[in-house]
């Protein structure tokens, strides 16, 4: 069956670095958008990343750009997150969403059909 599973995660101390993997398998269809989205107890699931696939354009939420790189192994039919410089503030279960087509509201968790079940990931000295 098709699914998206992430991994990665961990507990990192504030400054330090992770690159969290999500691994597609059994679509039968394209995968041309894929997202990254985080989310913590009581808070709404927050946009992180967005990657077309087919068009190797990225998106970065403002929290994260310039410390975050999403990119993609098409052999592999992997996506990976690269977290570098985090912080506290980043502690976050982390989610890969995907769906078929690239739509202009990436940030929006609706855009997306499937998910995975997420990967926690712990900034803490």
């Known amino acids: 069956q098709a699914q998206l599973v992430e991994s990665g995660g961990g507990l990192v101390q504030p400054g330090g670095s992770l690159r969290l993997r999500c691994e597609t398998a059994?679509?039968?269809?394209?995968?041309?958008?894929i997202g990254w989205f985080r989310q913590v107890p009581g808070k709404e699931r927050e946009f992180v990343s967005h990657?077309?696939?087919?068009?190797?354009?990225?998106n970065y939420a403002d929290s994260v750009k310039g410390r975050f790189t999403i990119s993609e192994d098409n052999a592999k039919n992997t996506v990976y997150l690269q977290m570098n410089s985090l912080k506290p503030e980043d502690t976050a279960v982390y989610y890969c969403?995907?769906?078929?087509?690239?739509?202009?509201?990436?940030?929006?968790?609706?855009?997306?059909?499937?998910w995975g079940p997420g990967t926690q990931v712990t900034v803490s000295s």
């Open positions: 969403a995907a769906g078929p087509y690239t739509g202009s509201t990436y940030y929006r968790v609706d855009e997306y059909d499937f």
């Open positions: 059994g679509f039968t269809v394209p995968l041309r958008s």
């Open positions: 990657l077309s696939w087919s068009r190797g354009m990225t």
